[in-house]
């Protein structure tokens, strides 16, 4: 796959060329700098490591230092390896910016879902609660109920829908079409929504 790191910048609505309301995000791509060419040869597979986003000298190890003064850059707060750049393409230091992406293409966007915390059936899993409180039941409406387990199998299921944590993991929107590259200012716009917060880090593939 070959892509760029970047930040959701938020959401928007453009009119397409049938006077049709379309509601879009807004995506900042790159520009990412080339920090590491991975070979088959010296590290048993083949891709291409990207950085993004400028970090300070002080928040970096010595260890991260030297891997970015090889490359010749600045330290870089986001890593990703990207499999299907051509390593003879590109070279260690060189910058890729959102003018590698077209309009009318179709991208994947992976980012991370809003945090939520330790929630509820009724938020986690859409529970009805009891409804009207029958039988005396006063404190009762947002519990799960039974698990449906008394003496067997006396434990609980594998994928019990149970309160837990909610959000914060690792979310694909797939085949979103692109609706217009601002390759200068390094924006992409892509119709539909896309995972995470405002300000958060997306990975554009194509």
């Known amino acids: 796959m070959q892509g760029l790191i970047g930040k959701k910048v938020g959401m928007t609505s453009i009119f397409d060329e049938n006077g049709k309301n379309v509601p879009c995000t807004v995506l900042q791509a790159g520009p990412c700098v080339v920090t590491q060419i991975k070979t088959v040869e010296k590290d048993g597979y083949s891709a291409v490591q990207l950085g993004f986003e400028e970090k300070k000298e002080k928040h970096t190890t010595k260890a991260e230092l030297g891997h970015f ?109 692109v609706v217009n590259v601002m390759a200068e200012e390094n924006i992409v716009i892509v119709k539909g929504s896309v995972p995470g917060p405002k300000g958060g880090y997306v990975i554009i593939t194509k």
């Open 69 to 177: 003064k090889k490359a010749n850059t600045t330290p870089k707060r986001k890593l990703v390896e990207f499999t299907d750049f051509d390593a003879d393409q590109v070279k260690s230091g060189e910058v890729i910016t959102a003018a590698m992406f077209a309009s009318d293409l179709s991208v994947d966007v992976r980012g991370w879902s809003k945090g939520k915390g330790f929630q509820g059936v009724v938020k986690r899993h859409g529970f009805g609660g009891v409804g009207d409180s029958t039988h005396g039941q006063h404190n009762r409406g947002r519990a799960p109920g039974s698990l449906g387990a008394s003496s067997f199998p006396s434990r609980v299921l594998p994928g019990m829908r149970m309160a837990g944590r909610m959000g914060g993991s690792k979310v694909s929107s797939m085949n979103l079409r």
